[in-house]
């Protein structure tokens, strides 16, 4: 008989796997994220620029590589005379915030529900939440997200609430269609019969075999979460100045693509560069944390 696998064991599985599987888009997608990561930690440490400092001699400063460019403001400065690079290293602080905790917010509250949906299958806790799930995914998540930000203020904390609480409705789905699949295999009929309580069977034995297809998922929502975010700023109705965000400077070089084109391009790669890093990386975390990839012997008795 198969047992459920320990978490040490699929610990040691993907530690393998890691290795197997490394692809070049992959491991561009971890570098390039973890150097993003790192950057917005030690962000007042390393920012050549006060990025808030305002200098009106030095406004619309074309990049080091440029006529009248200056190796002082290495990708230029804005239409007040910002330094574009630091304000691109601070930029990223507030989208990885975004990025990260709102979907920690609709990863949780999609997780539980999910697990509940899924372990309950058929019973009027399994229709009454899925009900609303349908609901919820009927409507454009970008289309709630904006009449919640017309309700209340704009601004960071409502921002990712916002996100977090509209966008819990797809984890909900993904994470109870895993668990009608393992709730039928065999340990899990085995703890029931020995009478194991459900609290049990739902976090030893369900949660760690849903938790890979999950986490994959959630790495993909941190891409979508900051373009909503990028996209809400943008239009003003995002994370609100001082603050300083990429879809903000998109919107201060909007006016001057013709003319001072860096002001809008760099914040523009900035959030393709960040989207496409986290979606090489979550494509490579499915490929490692996929069972179905994983070898017979994965599945080897404990």
């Known amino acids: 008989m198969k047992h459920k696998i320990s978490f040490s064991k699929q610990l040691k599985n993907i530690g393998s796997r890691i290795l197997e599987l490394s692809t070049p888009l992959g491991m561009i997608g971890l570098i390039t994220v973890s150097i993003i990561v790192i950057l917005a930690i030690i962000a007042p440490w390393v920012v050549p620029h006060d990025p808030f400092s305002m200098d009106a ?33 601070y930029g990223s602080r ?18 539980f529900l999910g697990l509940l949906s899924g372990y309950f299958g058929g019973s009027w806790i399994d229709q009454s939440i899925m009900r ?5 995914l009927a409507i454009p998540t970008l289309l709630l997200v904006l009449v919640a930000i017309v309700v209340f203020e704009p601004g960071l904390v409502t921002l990712i609430l916002v996100i977090g609480l509209t966008s819990w409705a797809q984890y909900t789905r993904l994470v109870r269609g895993e668990v009608l699949s393992v709730k039928e ?18 976090s030893k034995h369900i949660l760690p075999n849903v938790l890979s297809s999950f986490i994959v998922v959630a790495t993909i929502g941190i ?9 809400l700023s943008f239009l003003g109705l995002g994370v609100q100045p001082p603050d300083i965000t990429w879809g903000s400077m ?53």
Not at 132 to 136: I, S
Not at 186 to 194: H, I, M, N
């Open 57 to 89: 001699t030095k406004r619309l400063t074309p990049p080091f590589w440029m006529d009248g460019g200056s190796s002082t403001y290495i990708l230029g400065t804005d239409h007040v005379g910002r330094d574009l690079l630091s304000r691109l290293i």
């Open 132 to 136: 609303v799930v349908d609901a919820m």
């Open 223 to 231: 891409a979508t979460a900051i373009m909503t975010e990028s996209s």
């Open 185 to 202: 295999r065999e340990f899990v009929q085995s703890a029931k019969t020995l009478g194991a309580s459900n609290t049990h069977i739902i």
């Open 250 to 302: 998109l919107n201060d070089g909007r006016n001057y693509i013709a003319t001072s084109w860096w002001i809008a391009t760099f914040p523009g790669l900035a959030i393709t560069v960040t989207v496409l890093a986290i979606t090489f990386l979550g494509d490579w975390l499915r490929d490692i944390l996929d069972p179905k990839l994983k070898k017979g012997g994965d599945d080897d008795d404990e």
């Open 94 to 111: 507030v989208s990885l915030l975004v990025g990260l905790l709102s979907v920690l917010i609709a990863g949780i509250i999609g997780l």
